[in-house]
């Protein structure tokens, strides 16, 4: 519930507008999820507010820390679905990876979420939860505050749009976390016109593209949502989203031996990414059950990085976190 409409709820009990700012406070600023935690609201108005709210929240189910310091940890929703996110400590910074759907719809081949069945969106809310839950985590486990927020957890981002960037108006609102937009990233598979709506929106948050292929067939063949969000038009959205935001983009990209890494595909993925200005993170590939896809090694990857290296595109080689408890890229499937 936003400000303007708990201020209406509230009037309608007879209670001033002053009051629902104070219990909007808890809720967004200090994230309460009990009424009785109100201390400077009166006994009879938090037994009001319990008479006529609910405050459905996330549980954590199971924690799981990986020989490298990535923290899993399991969620439970109010209507009992499970949802996973993860914690990823680092030197210069501690990130929290959220998930925005029970499960996917998308179905790409090399993912065990996208194994799953989706089942809902989660509320901004239950969004929200989750980095709050986290933070805790890192606070309690590393005594550092969360540096970063990835919605690269369980589900498509752009499909929940509404509730996505309504948790982001929450945790960037001073009456929220107040955490900046700049150390916030949404990751997608690529739904062109959600891109350009969030350039239309004003967002300042960074943009992730899940590439993987920068061919249409090979983008087919292992990510369906490619037919009807073809690299052409997912090209033009990126543009059309550079131009309104000024804002740098993120290629993400998985190297499957013998799939995608060639010196081809290194040149169509330069063809691809130089549209606009841009920073491209190799991934190294998490293996999923029933999928036979491998990461690539050796040569060919080496031969692939010095090929981005030598048409001066900024490129990373991520390697993977958490995977021992299967927390990597890729691996969320509430496995527990």
């Known amino acids: 519930m936003d400000l303007a409409g708990l201020i209406a709820d509230m009037d309608k009990l007879g209670e001033k507008p002053f009051r629902a700012r104070q219990v909007y406070h808890w809720l967004w600023q200090k994230s309460s999820v009990n009424f009785d935690d109100m201390s400077n609201l009166s006994l009879a108005l938090r037994e009001k507010l319990k008479a006529h709210f609910s405050l459905p929240t996330l549980s954590t189910d199971t924690r799981q820390q990986s020989s490298d310091g990535t923290i899993k940890l399991r969620f439970h929703t109010s209507d009992h679905h499970a949802i996973e996110g993860v914690l990823i400590p680092m030197e210069d910074r501690m990130t929290a990876c959220v998930s925005s759907q029970v499960g996917c719809s998308l179905t790409c081949s090399f993912c065990a979420t996208g194994k799953m069945k989706r089942e809902r969106n989660l509320t901004a809310g239950e969004i929200y939860d989750q980095v709050v839950l986290l933070q805790r985590q890192a606070l309690q486990t590393y005594k550092l505050p969360l540096t970063n927020i990835v919605y690269m957890g369980m589900g498509e981002p752009l499909l929940n749009y509404a509730n996505v960037f309504k948790s982001v108006d929450h945790l960037t609102s001073e009456e929220g976390l107040n955490m900046a937009a700049k150390r916030i990233t949404i990751s997608t598979a690529g739904i062109a016109k959600m891109i350009k709506k969030i350039a239309d929106d004003g967002y300042k948050t960074k943009l992730a593209l899940s590439l993987h292929a920068a061919n249409d067939i090979k983008r087919n063949e292992i990510m369906p949502i490619n037919v009807s969000n073809s690299l052409e038009s997912l090209r033009e959205a990126l543009l059309y989203y550079f131009q309104k935001t000024k804002i740098p983009l993120t290629y993400e990209y998985i190297l499957f031996d013998k799939f995608n890494d060639s010196l081809q595909d290194a040149e169509e993925l330069y063809e691809f990414s130089r549209v606009v200005p841009c920073k491209i993170n190799i991934i190294e590939y998490n293996r999923v059950e ?40 890729g691996q969320l499937a509430n496995k527990g």
């Open 290 to 329: 029933g999928v036979e896809l491998q990461k690539a090694v050796g040569q060919r990857l080496e031969a692939f990085k010095n090929y981005l290296e030598r048409k001066s595109i900024l490129n990373t080689y991520r390697q993977s976190r958490g995977r021992d408890i299967d927390a990597a890229c």
